[in-house]
C-alpha cells in the first residue's frame, strides 16, 4: 500500500493524463504537459521507467466501440483455420515486417499465432481479448458506439531501458503479439477504408522508478489503473504485469539513491505526501484501528530495507493481481 500511494504522488501529469483518457489528444497541444513530459523521456535515459502503448488516430483520439467490434471481429477471422480467411490473414501478416510467404498462410501459418508451430496459448490469450471487446462494447451506451472510446485500448510495461524497449516494440523484437496484431488489422483495415482514420500504437513513458520494489508494483499498479488486461475490458497486454522486472535488482543502491533525490527534487513527491499525511491526521479519529495503522505504514517515513528477496522478485501474490485487474475507469 505504501509503494502505491508513493507512486501516486510522485506520478507525472503524463500518467494522470493517460489515466483521465485524454494523454493521446493532450500531448498534441498542451504545452505544459509538453514540456514535464520531454523532461520524462530524458532522465528515462538513466532510469528504470514504466511504459504504455495507448491505440489512437493522429488526431489522438480512440476508436469507436463499433470500430473496436470490428477488431475484435477481424481476430476472429484471423484465428480462424478455415480456407475463407487466408487471403485476410495473408494481407495482415504481411502489412508489417516479417513478411509471410503465401504458401506458408495456406498451409494454415499464422505470423502472430506461431512459434515454433502453431501456439494454443496464443489463440487463447486472443480469444479472451476478443471475450474482452465483447464486454467493452456491451457495457457501451447504445447512443456511445459511434463515439471515441474515452479511454483508448491499452498495454503497459517496465523496462529499465524504455527507450531501448520501445524500439524493440516498434522493431517487433521480443514484442507483445495481441498489441502488433491490433495496429497491423487497424491498419489493414484503414487501407480497405472501413476505418477512415488510422489508428495505432502511442508509446509514452509515464513513470520513473526510484526503488527496485517498485517495479512488479508499479508495472501491476499502472496495468490496473489503465485496465491492460485482455479478458477485463480487452486491453492489449499478453502477459502478467509485475513478473518480468529482474533488472531492476540489477541496479545498485547508490544509482537508487540518486534516482530518488531526482524524483524527490523534479516532482511534487513531498508536497503530495505532506498533504495526504495532514489529510490523515484530520481522519484518523473516524477510521478503526486497523484503517488508522495501514494508512500510516503507507504514509510512514521509515526504511522499508531492500524490498523483496532477489530469488523471488518475478514472484506476484494471485490476491495482488486480481484486487488490480477488477479495478474500472468506464
Known sequence: ??????????????????????????????????????????????????????????????????????????????????????????????????????????????????????????????????????????????????????????????????????????????????MNLVEDICAHLHHIGTFPALFRMHPFIVYLLFRPQQAAIAEIFCSGLLQVWTEASGGLNAYPAGRSVASAWRVGRARWAEHERWVEGNTQLGWNVRVQRERLEEDVLRLGAEGEEAWREALGSGDEGDGDDPRDLDFVPEDLVESFETMRLD
Open 1 to 178: 500500500m505504501r509503494e502505491c500511494v508513493m507512486i501516486l504522488a510522485s506520478a507525472p501529469s503524463v500518467l494522470l493524463a493517460a489515466v483521465d483518457g485524454t494523454l493521446t489528444q493532450r500531448i498534441l497541444t498542451d504545452t505544459e504537459l509538453q514540456r514535464e513530459y520531454a523532461m520524462v523521456q530524458e532522465r528515462a535515459q538513466v532510469q528504470p521507467s514504466i511504459y504504455i502503448h495507448l491505440l489512437a488516430d493522429e488526431q489522438g483520439l480512440a476508436p469507436t466501440a463499433n470500430q473496436y467490434a470490428a477488431i475484435r471481429k477481424t481476430v476472429l477471422q484471423y484465428l480462424s483455420p478455415g480456407p475463407e480467411y487466408h487471403d485476410l490473414a495473408w494481407l495482415i501478416d504481411n502489412t508489417s515486417a516479417p513478411t509471410v510467404r503465401r504458401s506458408a498462410t495456406a498451409t494454415g501459418h499464422r505470423k502472430y499465432l506461431w512459434t515454433s508451430h502453431r501456439s494454443p496459448q496464443h489463440v487463447a490469450t486472443l480469444l479472451r481479448f476478443c471475450a474482452g471487446v465483447a464486454h467493452r462494447v456491451a457495457q457501451t451506451p447504445h447512443a456511445h458506439l459511434d463515439t471515441p472510446l474515452r479511454h483508448p485500448p491499452s498495454e503497459c510495461g517496465y523496462s529499465a531501458n524504455a527507450h531501448t524497449r520501445l524500439a524493440q516494440h516498434r522493431a517487433r523484437h521480443s514484442s507483445n503479439y495481441v
